[in-house]
């Protein structure tokens, strides 16, 4: 089946850390991979998203690159703001016909100034 | 352009209750998913409507339904609530119904069953 395994949280930084959260996946077809995040008592924004392999997807000096040879998409930010504290979410849809997006657990993540 | 829009936002029922809920997709968007947010299970796929017409269904039972509207507003029901079902329901749109397109999230409906 499709699946997304997050590095375990929560994770814990100081202001201008450098952060990267891992993302691994498994998908019977060819997926497209996306980056949400959820801030307190909101929905899901999306962060970033790539569709093909080596497609490097970022916004808000968050990147992530499509790495079909290790089924990865880790995100990486070179340098943290308090206001980048909030829960992160790896995805994947299939490419045809699905707007099914596969979650992975989250990672809650915080920043201390 | 408004979001993703979804009332009501709290909710409070007890079991075996039925309750519906609604979203307004983003104008133009044509596809809605519906998703159920717990702490112990995460972010569950329940259903997407593309066009009026059910495409996908998520490992939920029965007493889980939706519809789509023809103006591409879509509503899901919970009949016979269960404590289980004690969740933040989210809606997302998304203008085509390719794996690729974006999804857009509303705010959510925080279910409580008492």
């Known amino acids: 089946g499709n699946s997304v395994t997050q590095m375990e949280g929560p994770v814990t930084l100081s202001e201008e850390a450098f952060l990267t959260i891992n993302c691994t996946y498994t998908?019977?077809?060819?997926?497209?991979l996306f980056w949400y995040v959820q801030y307190p008592g909101e929905g899901l924004q999306l962060l970033l998203k790539?569709?093909?392999?080596?497609d490097k997807g970022s916004n808000k000096g968050f990147e992530a690159t499509y790495r079909k040879e290790t089924t990865s998409f880790h995100l990486e930010k070179g340098s943290v703001q308090v206001s980048d504290s909030a829960v992160y979410f790896c995805?994947?849809?299939?490419?045809?016909?699905?707007?099914?997006?596969?979650f992975g657990q989250g990672t809650r993540l915080t920043i201390n100034p | 352009k408004a979001g993703v829009t979804q009332t009501p936002r709290y909710l409070i029922k007890t079991r075996g209750q039925q309750v519906t809920l609604s979203c307004s997709p983003i104008?133009?968007?044509?596809?809605v998913s519906w998703y159920q947010q717990t702490p112990g299970q995460g972010l569950q796929f329940l259903f997407e409507?593309?066009?009026?017409?059910?495409?996908n269904k998520g490992n939920f039972p029965g007493r889980f339904s939706g519809r789509q509207f023809s103006n591409s507003r879509s509503e899901m029901n919970v009949s016979t609530l269960e404590l289980g079902d004690s969740a933040l329901y989210l809606c997302?749109?998304?203008?085509?119904?390719?794996?690729?397109?974006?999804?857009?999230f509303g705010p959510g409906t925080r279910l409580t069953v008492l």
């Open positions: 104008s133009g968007h044509r596809s």
């Open positions: 998908a019977t077809g060819y997926p497209s």
């Open positions: 409507y593309f066009s009026e017409t059910q495409r």
């Open positions: 995805a994947l849809t299939l490419q045809k016909g699905a707007q099914k997006l596969v």
């Open positions: 997302a749109s998304s203008w085509g119904d390719r794996g690729s397109d974006t999804q857009y």
């Open positions: 790539a569709t093909k392999a080596d």
